[in-house]
């Protein structure tokens, strides 16, 4: 191998070095990217062989210069030009450090350097590598929600008007649809426990789902413009299970997709409020006005749950169009515990809030009667009929309440889990 | 059985599935990397990853496709551009695979490969018995061998 101009040192001084991904591979890795839990992130580049080791440059890396590298905007020769110092370790075939020197980049041979056009050219995107990267650093599933295309998005730039309103219909419309994911999970248990009187699963709480749906903001990337987004919840990940917020993503991808054929949208319409509904129709109207694509990426590297959609104009007009001739009618009965928050005795009319629920409409029979005791201060079990239609004039959903019976709750403080 | 079998099952026993599901018997022609016959490093032509010492490795990990069977491409020219590409990257890289071409002939009886992918690589998967080093003839030398 050839001579290498640096200081000759005991050991690799970067400590707990993990790897992330290998960025090129062909039998085997040629470039290869490593983080710790100290922020260090290096890569790993193969610069040589003899008969007993394979010789290797370690060098730092700038997280945004190497996404850059993955977007073909920047070449591996510059990304490793940018790096003022490295190392060199030669491994042997016990994959242990001989030889191992701190370099200067610009004294290495020539031949030990990419070629000046040396562009990312293999398999791995850079969304995929990113989100690896954050997953392992955090150790739980990381979401990505990605915009392309149109006029109003580039490089890692996006028009703020376009991007409020989008992300502000997003958010509403994952709120919505968490809600409606923590009301099915918490049915699907109660039939469980129906069904197994000695299930002794913890009783599903509200406030553990919301953290499943609900996320922190942890960065954006150019690529064109993304967002990389944490969910609160801080549930811990066990290898091969998937954790609350991964089965929510699970449904929220199956919904994405799902919407684009008619059967299966109107499934769904029966187990989503009709504002999540709305709230996602006026974001695929801003992706079709905008011309530009949405996607979503999700990979939690523990349980190994892994799940993308994308949407673009087509496909956003094509929901649109499946929501408009959406026809359905749905008759359920809820009974919900919680407080009445507005009531016009006169005109026979409530609003009334739990902690899953909200419901305004009119009072009949028994509890109009009843609605002359009525104080905001306590707390109540009502029996709601809910009429939700939709009809395929165009028309958005909604819903109709009447409010069948009220009965006060003594002992409130059990009954409602805020 | 494969020739590699017990690569194979320790391959298995660590849950990665190999061979793929979508082996299939193979007869024709195939390319693949070669250093040449009077080079020293050509006793590792046509060894699996898995064989080849020192090991061009980071971590004792073990990847199913590369491990146990042999990189092949469907034409000359694949090959050709594929190690084109890799080499601006790598510049030393026809040190580690080859630095020729070889044209191997197989019949049916000699493995099992996969699809192949858009650059027309594929992993081809040696039966039990079979010696591919007299199943080719160098047809490109793409760089002056460096050992």
Redesign the interface.
Known sequence: MQPIKGLKIESFPVKGLYKIDDLIYFDGPLLSFYTNDSGDNYLYYWVDVDDFYNRWVVFPVDLAELNDYLNEKITLYSLTNSSLTGYVLDLDDNLEAQNILLIQISDLPEDYLPETNSFYNCEKTSEEVFLNYYSKKYKKGILQTHFSGGNEIGYGTMNLHLFSKLMNNFTDFNDGLGNSFYKIEKKNQEFRKKENKENKEKTIKKVDFQNAYKFEILTARAASFSILLKPVDEEIGFEDTPTRADKYIKFLSEFLSGSETLNILTNFAHLIDISTINHYENFLKLVDESHSKFQIGYLNTVSKSAYSNQIDANQAKKIINNLQILDFENDETLVIVGKFVALNIKAGKYSFESADDKSTGVLRGEALKKCFEIAFNKTYQVEIQRKTTKKATGKKMKNIDVLKSIVEIKDAQQEIEL | MYKYQTEIEALNECNIKCPPEELYSFGGTLYRFVHPVDCKESVKNNLP?CKI????????EKKCV?HASL?CFDSDKQAQKFIL?????????Y???GCCIGEFYISEKDGARTDSNEDGHFSFFEYEGTDLNSKYKITRELTKCNP
């Open positions: 990853v010492s020192p090991k061009r490795q980071l971590e004792d590369a990189s590409e890799k080499s601006l990257d790598n510049k030393k890289i040190k580690s695979v």
